[in-house]
Nanobody, 125 residues
Framework: QVQLVESGGGLVQAGDSLRLSCAAS????????MGWFRQAPGKEREFVAA????????YYADSVKGRFTISRDNAENTVHLQMNSLKPEDTAVYYC??????????????????WGQGTQVTVSS
């Protein structure tokens, strides 16, 4: 069992940067693939980024590739999402998620076992 708590969301202008963090409680954090998803009003939850258990492999949605960077610190039980060059279409609630099985390359939300409560990111034009 793992509990996830996101932080770092806020209101920014287009072109600005934000860094989201997700703190995980529980044991064996390094056993989990970690991902970030987002959900905008009226839209389905979508994959943003994922990172493998020891951080060697990362995966991104095409819409954020080159602008967002996912990283993890297994000693601190944290995962981060650095978001640069933010756009109004990045506005959404961002969720941290963990999965105990499967590969980081899989991008489907239902394969993730644990979810945080979400943090709002709003990008104004």
């Amino acid at each position: 069992q793992v509990q996830l708590v996101e932080s770092g969301g806020g209101l920014v202008q287009a072109g600005d940067s934000l860094r989201l963090s997700c703190a995980a409680s529980g044991r064996s954090f390094s056993m989990y693939v970690m991902g970030w998803f987002r959900q905008a009003p009226g839209k389905e939850r979508e994959f943003v980024a994922a990172i493998s258990r020891i951080g060697g492999n990362t995966y991104y949605a095409d819409s954020v590739k080159g602008r967002f960077t996912i990283s993890r610190d297994n000693a601190e039980n944290t995962v981060h999402l650095q978001m640069n060059s933010l756009k109004p279409e990045d506005t959404a609630v961002y969720y941290c998620a963990a999965r105990s099985s499967g590969l980081a390359s899989s991008r489907t939300a239902y394969e993730y076992d644990y979810w945080g409560q979400g943090t709002q990111v709003t990008v104004s034009s």
